[in-house]
Structure formats: C-alpha cells, structure tokens
C-alpha cells in the first residue's frame, strides 16, 4: 500500500511537471518571439533614421548595385549581430529589388511599406522589420515618387537551450523530493490503515477487546477511523454482555414456568395435588406467562423484519390508554400497590393503533410494577405543543444514572434496581420501538424525587380534524 501511494504521488507530480513545463516552456518562447521583434524593429528604425537623416548615403543605398552599399550592409550586420537588406517598392506596393535572405517576399506587406509604415513580424523563427528610408522618382519631372526604399533587418527568435535543461534539472529535484516526502506520507498512512485493519480483523474473529492506537497528532480521518472502531468493538462487547445476561434472564424466566407447569400438570395426572383446581391455575397462569414472553420475542423478531403491521385509526388515546391500565388492577391488588389512573375529560383523538397503543401502555404499567414500593400513577393529558402524552410514573428506587441512557435498548436490564419480578430488557425496547412506528417519541426520567421514583413519557401527534368546507 506504501508503495502504491508513493508511485501514485510521483506519477501524479510527473504530470503536473510535465504541463507545467510544457506551458512554461511556451511562454517563454512566446516572450522570446516577442522580444526579438521588438529588437528588431527598434534597430531597424533607429538605422532608418540614422540613414534618413543623411540623404547621399540614403541615396546610395538605394542603389543595390553601387559596391559600397553591400559592405555598409555587411558591416551593420556583424557590428548589430543582425541581417540586413534594402527593399524597394513601387507605389503600387511590389517588391522590386533585394528580398530578405530568410524571409519570403509574402510576408512582407508592402502595401504598407509603400504608403511609408513600417512592418514587422516573426515567420518561422525569424523575427524581421523593415522601415522606409526614401522616397525616390523615376523622372524628376514627375514630380510623385514613383518607389519606396526601405531597409530592412532579420534575426533569429534565439531560445536559450539552457532552459530546457533548467526545466529538467529542477524536474528531478522536485521528483526526488516528492518522492522522499510521499513515501514518508505513504508509510504513516499505511501503517495507520494496517493496523486498523488487523483489529478489525480480530474484532471480526471474536476479540471483542482488541483495540486501535490513537497517537496524539494524528491525521483527523484516521483518527476518526480508529475512533469509529474502537466505538464499534465497545458496542460489540456491551451487546455481547447482553445477549449473554438475557440468555440467563430468558432461560431463568422459560425453565422456571416450565418447571412448575410440569410439577403440577404430574400432579393433577397422578391425583397427588391437594387441591388440584388451583394446581391447574398455576397451570394456566404458567402458561400465560410463557405465552406473553415469546409473544414479546415474536414483535422485536417482526419488527426487525419490517413485517410488524399496524392498523391506525382515529381514536380516543385518554380512554385507550385508561383501559389498558384498568386491565391490570388485579395484578396491583395482588401485589398491595396503588395504581391510579388520571384522565382529560375531553377526548384526546390520536392516529394509532388501538392495539398496539394498548400494547404500549400494559408494557409501561407492568414495568412500573415491578419497581414501585407503594403506587403507579397513569396519566393522559394534551400537551399545548400539539401532543398527546401518556405518562407513568412509580416510586421505586429509581434508575442509575449510568442505566438511564439505555433502558430503551433491547434486552437491558439493570443490575442495581431491584424489582418485584426478573424481566428480560423487552419490554421497553417494543415501547420505544411501537411509539416510533406511530409517529411517537418515548423518553424517561429519574430519579423524580428526592427518595428516587421513574417517570416515563410516550408522546403521540395529535390527530386535527379537517377544516369542513364552506357551503355554497
């Protein structure tokens, strides 16, 4: 993987070298180009001038077969490191006489020339001006001049070789450096990588307490990565804890009803039961135990496979959620506690599920019985937020501040709340789970008071009617 990224970064640096030098080198030609021109036309008009201001030597440079203009022209050329002619054009604007050396006649405007401008311009790596020095006559009684003598200089559009071998030099340079760099990089990017996935790796074959360093500095998404799995191992091994207590939890809570129905069911067969109609009440009572744990497990399974189906409906939720509560008062009775039950006079419509409503509230009151010392109190009531709150609320010891932020997890029980009853950590997981399928939200607080106490809260939307239209 090092490897790969080092690779990966040079190559990606030979690219950016490779343009940039590309266009580094083109503009250095293009500023070159420009520069020779500029030179060029700046000698070239400074010789015109000098010529112009001397009219016999204009003269005779007019005059390409006089032998003195040739060795002038020599010697311009080697004292400015230049080429240069003398062109003459007729007033029509054709080249009559000397053309460049290097540059053809077509690239030379000589309309121009002949209207007394100067031209310049760079044809194939030869930068060329030509400025006029004389106007000449073919007969003095003409009076109109007939042609135009201008002189000329050429030179080469001269690009240093040197800067390609810059360019190359410092290519390496940065080449060797980005690698230097990117290996280290690569290295400490690796290292960290392979390291998170080898404890992933273990966590993966079961060590749930295999962790990954998290060195100071580090780079804040790795960092976040190592911090992401340990998150998960920790997660991992709390639910392994879980699954584990609500293995002894649910196997206590199948054997020991179990046990007693197999006691009593051999006893009423063997006509050795005392009383053999309340044997066949524990029986019965066994059995409805059994029945409503794996109901339990049967809702969290249909939940999780999205096949929990709920049939809503308009509905008083105070009455709903009074009935179901009513429905365990026997229970309460059997245990010496209070249940009571508050309710708005007005009705408190909701979208929901009456069953499951019911549901939500006979898991919350049981719960509450199996915590409170002395009462559970129930109450309905419309919130001015839009909301209908069903709230019950026991005396018990309460629950641990460390236990509070999970209760609503599935199969979480708490070790240090005494209960009247062992309790598989269900029950509030399908609360929460059933108030979120009807739009609702669920929360708890504790302790209440002073001497501890549990209040929980299921808020459900508000069911408004629709506006009844105006009639015509």
Same mark, same amino acid.
């Given at each position: 993987?090092?490897?790969?990224?080092?690779?990966?970064?040079?190559?990606?640096?030979?690219?950016? &070298?490779?343009?940039?030098?590309?266009?580094s080198l083109?503009?250095?030609r293009?500023?070159?180009?420009?520069?020779?021109?500029?030179?060029?036309?700046?000698?070239?008009?400074?010789?015109?001038?000098?010529?112009s201001?001397?009219?016999?030597l204009?003269?005779?440079f007019?005059?390409?077969?006089?032998?003195?203009a040739?060795?002038?022209?020599?010697?311009?050329?080697?004292?400015a490191?230049?080429?240069?002619?003398?062109?003459?054009?007729?007033?029509?604007?054709?080249?009559?006489?000397?053309?460049?050396r290097?540059?053809?006649?077509?690239?030379?405007?000589a309309?121009r020339?002949?209207?007394?401008?100067?031209?310049?311009?760079? =044809?194939?790596?030869?930068?060329?001006?030509?400025v006029?020095? &004389?106007?000449?006559t073919t007969?003095?009684?003409?009076?109109?001049?007939s042609?135009?003598?201008?002189?000329?200089l050429?030179?080469?559009v001269?690009?240093?070789?040197?800067?390609?071998?810059?360019?190359l030099?410092?290519?390496?340079?940065?080449?060797?450096?980005?690698?230097?760099?990117?290996?280290?990089?690569a290295?400490?990017?690796?290292?960290? =990588?392979v390291?998170?996935?080898?404890?992933a790796?273990?966590?993966?074959?079961?060590?749930?307490d295999a962790?990954?360093?998290?060195?100071?500095?580090?780079?804040?998404?790795?960092?976040?990565l190592?911090?992401?799995?340990?998150?998960?191992a920790?997660?991992?091994?709390? *639910?392994?804890?879980?699954?584990?207590?609500?293995?002894?939890?649910?196997? +206590?809570?199948?054997?020991t009803?179990?046990?007693?129905?197999?006691?009593?069911?051999?006893?009423?067969?063997?006509?050795a039961?005392?009383?053999?109609?309340?044997?066949?009440?524990?029986?019965?009572?066994? *059995?409805?135990?059994?029945e409503?744990?794996?109901?339990?497990?049967?809702d969290?399974?249909?939940?999780?496979?999205?096949?929990?189906?709920? +049939? /809503?409906?308009?509905?008083?939720?105070g009455?709903?959620?009074?009935?179901?509560?009513?429905?365990?008062?026997?229970?309460?009775?059997?245990?010496?506690?209070?249940?009571?039950?508050?309710?708005?006079?007005?009705?408190?419509?909701?979208?929901?599920?009456?069953?499951r409503?019911?549901?939500?509230?006979?898991?919350?009151?049981?719960? *509450?019985?199996?915590?409170?010392?002395?009462?559970? /109190?129930?109450?309905?009531?419309?919130?001015?937020?839009?909301? =209908?709150? =069903?709230?019950?609320?026991?005396?018990?010891?309460?629950?641990?501040?460390?236990?509070?932020? +999970?209760v609503?997890? %599935?199969?979480?029980?708490?070790?240090?709340?005494?209960? %009247?009853?062992?309790?598989?950590?269900?029950?509030?997981?399908?609360?929460?789970?059933?108030?979120?399928?009807?739009?609702g939200a669920?929360?708890?607080?504790?302790?209440?008071?002073?001497?501890?106490?549990?209040?929980?809260?299921?808020?459900?939307?508000?069911?408004?009617?629709?506006?009844?239209s105006?009639?015509?």
């Open positions: 993987m090092s490897t790969r990224i080092t690779l990966a970064v040079v190559a990606i640096l030979v690219g950016a &070298l490779a343009v940039a030098g590309v266009i083109s503009l250095e293009n500023a070159a180009t420009r520069h020779a021109e500029t030179t060029v036309l700046a000698q070239t008009r400074s010789l015109a001038s000098a010529l201001s001397t009219p016999d204009a003269r005779l007019a005059d390409a077969s006089h032998p003195y040739k060795d002038i022209l020599d010697l311009i050329d080697k004292i490191g230049t080429r240069g002619a003398v062109l003459v054009v007729a007033s029509d604007g054709t080249l009559r006489a000397d053309l460049l290097d540059v053809p006649a077509s690239a030379i405007d309309r020339l002949a209207k007394g401008k100067a031209v310049h311009g760079v =044809v194939g790596g030869i930068a060329y001006a030509a006029p020095i &004389l106007s000449t007969s003095e009684a003409a009076g109109a001049p042609q135009i003598v201008a002189y000329a050429e030179s080469d001269n690009l240093s070789a040197d800067s390609a071998l810059y360019y030099l410092a290519g390496v340079i940065a080449l060797v450096v980005a690698a230097l760099v990117a290996s280290a990089i290295r400490r990017i690796s290292r960290r =990588v390291d998170a996935s080898q404890t790796t273990r966590i993966a074959g079961g060590d749930l962790r990954v360093e998290l060195p100071p500095n580090d780079y804040p998404e790795l960092a976040s190592g911090v992401s799995l340990n998150t998960m920790a997660a991992l091994a709390r *639910a392994r804890h879980l699954e584990r207590e609500f293995l002894l939890s649910i196997s +206590h809570d199948l054997r009803p179990l046990t007693s129905i197999r006691g009593y069911a051999e006893a009423i067969a063997d006509d039961a005392p009383d053999p109609a309340r044997a066949a009440q524990i029986v019965v009572s066994e *059995a409805r135990r059994l409503r744990l794996i109901g339990d497990l049967l969290l399974a249909r939940l999780d496979a999205h096949q929990f189906s709920l +049939h /809503r409906v308009v509905l008083d939720a009455a709903a959620a009074a009935d179901a509560a009513e429905a365990l008062r026997y229970e309460f009775e059997a245990s010496a506690v209070d249940l009571t039950v508050e309710r708005s006079a007005t009705e408190l419509p909701v979208d929901a599920d009456p069953d409503l019911a549901q939500v509230v006979a898991n919350l009151v049981e719960n *509450a019985l199996k915590f409170a010392t002395t009462t559970v /109190r129930v109450a309905i009531a419309d919130e001015a937020s839009g909301s =209908v709150v =069903v709230t019950v609320e026991d005396d018990g010891p309460g629950i641990a501040p460390e236990d509070l932020p +999970h609503f997890e %599935r199969l979480f029980t708490s070790s240090r709340r005494p209960a %009247r009853t062992a309790g598989t950590g269900l029950g509030l997981a399908i609360v929460s789970e059933l108030a979120a399928a009807m739009d669920v929360a708890a607080t504790s302790p209440i008071s002073a001497e501890g106490g549990t209040r929980i809260s299921v808020r459900l939307p508000k069911h408004h009617a629709p506006a009844p105006a009639s015509r």
